[in-house]
């Protein structure tokens, strides 16, 4: 029986290619979530445009009444150029914020700015954490945290001093409205002020005609008024604090015979004490 032949079969190729579509020198690349990110032509994405704020030191100390700086760097990313206003928030009662440029221009390089804050005598006590960021219409920097630690002023010795406010006469007594000199760098609360006499120096007078007078012949009534008294940097006074002159201490020459002449223009010598505690 004849072979009948085979019928020549050409095997059949399945070719996939695949295609590059150039763009503006661009690479369009399709992710499986079909969101379309532009790329360099060699394959890398183009970063977006951002803003990072760098400080230093992260913590800082001040005393009350003192301030604290940080240095600020803002460096722009992917192509960012423009100007960037700074902003800070968490500061503690009675310290304020300020920035020295207030707006750091940046582009192609980064840009620098001091944050300085001051406090007051009356900051609380503590430490805080400051949040910073900085913004350029729509676009913000993430926030960065510093921290702020106030402590209390180191309080130099204040002073007390004040006489009598009118002429020492047998029976009467005069106000003295005490002087409060404060050098330290914040404010006082002073309490239990007290006068009292130490000595007395006689005219020529009554020494030469042997007229006695001693601190014995005179009485001082105390401070009558409400505690504290504040005593802010610097002088300051009872009358300064609006305490009526009722209330201040008085100091008094007793009706005596033997003192009628002896106390008569005399000069007296007085000491004070009184408790200063920082705010």
């Not at 300064?240 to 000069?267: E, R, V, Y």
């Amino acid at each position: 029986m004849p072979r009948i032949p085979e019928l020549f079969r050409s095997p059949i190729r399945t070719v996939r290619a695949g295609a590059k579509v150039l763009l503006a020198g661009l690479l369009l690349v399709t992710l499986t979530s079909g969101v379309v990110l532009a790329a360099n032509s060699n394959g890398t994405q183009n970063p977006p445009k951002g803003i990072t704020l760098q400080l230093a030191p992260t913590n800082r100390t001040a005393v009350q009444g003192t301030s604290a700086s940080y240095n600020v760097v803002v460096q722009p990313s992917g192509g960012f150029t423009g100007n960037v206003s700074l902003s800070a928030t968490g500061l503690p009662a009675g310290a304020t914020a300020s920035f020295s440029p207030a707006v750091v221009a940046t582009g192609p390089g980064s840009g620098s700015a001091t944050l300085d804050v001051s406090t007051t005598s009356a900051t609380p006590l503590g430490t805080y954490s400051l949040s910073l960021k900085g913004s350029s219409g729509t676009l913000q920097s993430a926030v960065v945290v510093v921290s702020l630690t106030v402590t209390a002023g180191q309080h130099q010795p204040f002073t007390i001093s004040g006489g009598p406010t009118g002429v020492l006469a047998p029976g009467y007594g005069v106000p003295i409205d005490l002087q409060l000199a404060n050098p330290g760098n914040s404010s006082l609360n002073v309490t239990g002020l007290t006068v009292s006499v130490t000595g007395v120096t006689r005219t020529a007078q009554a020494m030469a005609n042997n007229r006695p007078c001693n601190p014995s012949d005179y009485a001082v009534t105390q401070f009558s008024g409400s505690y504290p008294i504040a005593a802010p940097p610097g002088n300051s006074s009872l009358s300064g604090n609006g305490i009526p002159a009722a209330q201040w201490p008085q100091i008094k020459m007793l009706n005596s015979s033997l003192n009628q002449d002896g106390c008569k223009g005399a000069t007296l010598q007085l000491s004070y004490s009184g408790t200063g505690q920082g705010n």
